[in-house]
């Protein structure tokens, strides 16, 4: 949860901390009167409620990000590596997640949510609130970006044996 | 960047997705037995998917326990309300 929270702090390992402590309390209020669904989906109910509590705390012009360039992304110091990103220091991670902060917020949640965070369809539809074919639209157009952002050099040079 | 054929696009996100199953799995099976383009795609996917999950499991971000400590008397509050 905390790293899903700090990928939409962009980074911010504090103010993600402040979502995810937020989230926990809201979630086990709600759980005190909740009906058997979020059980059954508790997963994608976590993740539903940190992103509320991240939508509400930084309002809509922090969410949407439409950068079209990976060169245009390493120069702006908003994309700036996060401390984490120095900590590790590795070169690959830091571009995947300048190519992945450049997608449109819409296709870089889906994305996060079903190749970083393993959440399957129906998850990530309920905590997005979309129809699990829009999961799967978004979701292929923002691994295709991700795709084009990362350049020819990213991709393998293997073959695929059936 | 190479693309999939214009009809295998979504079958194949959906193959490394686990969730292609039935007529269009072996289909795509058969589709891939013969087409270099669409093998390199799907060898380029799983690449990206691959590379995106190494990313997360190299960030284990944790609460920090002074935060845990607030939230148990958070949760205490509520508790008591």
Not at chain 1, 95 to 100: K, N
Not at chain 2, 26 to 43: F, I, K, N, Q, T
Not at chain 2, 68 to 76: F, G, N, Q, S, Y
Request: with cysteine.
């Amino acid at each position: 949860m905390l790293r899903f929270a700090t990928r939409m702090a962009a980074g911010n390992a504090d103010l993600a901390s402040d979502w995810v402590q937020d989230a926990l309390i809201q979630a086990y209020r709600s759980y005190l009167k909740l009906d058997p669904e979020p059980l059954e989906y508790f997963r994608a109910w976590m993740y539903q409620i940190i992103r509320h509590v991240a939508y509400r705390a930084s309002g809509k012009d922090q969410r949407t990000q439409n950068v079209e360039d990976i060169d245009a992304v390493a120069d702006s110091s908003a994309m700036a590596p996060s401390p984490f990103d120095e900590l590790v220091g590795n070169e690959i991670d830091v571009r995947i997640r300048r190519a992945l902060q450049a997608l449109p917020e819409t296709q870089r949640m889906c994305v996060v949510l079903v190749d970083m965070e393993q959440l399957d369809y129906e998850e990530t539809s309920r905590v997005m609130g979309i129809p699990t074919g829009t999961v799967r639209s978004r979701l292929s157009r923002g691994r295709m970006k991700l795709q084009e952002l990362l350049g020819p050099n990213f991709s393998p040079h293997q073959e695929y044996h059936s | 960047m190479t693309k999939p054929c214009l009809h295998t696009g979504w079958m194949i996100h959906r193959r490394i997705d686990h969730d292609l199953r039935g007529f269009w799995s072996a289909y795509l099976e058969y589709h891939l037995s013969g087409c270099p383009r669409c093998r390199e795609a799907l060898a380029a996917l799983l690449k990206l998917k691959a590379d995106l999950q190494n990313v997360a499991n190299r960030e284990t971000p944790k609460l920090a326990p002074d935060r845990w400590a607030a939230l148990e008397a958070e949760w205490d509050k509520v508790d008591k309300d």
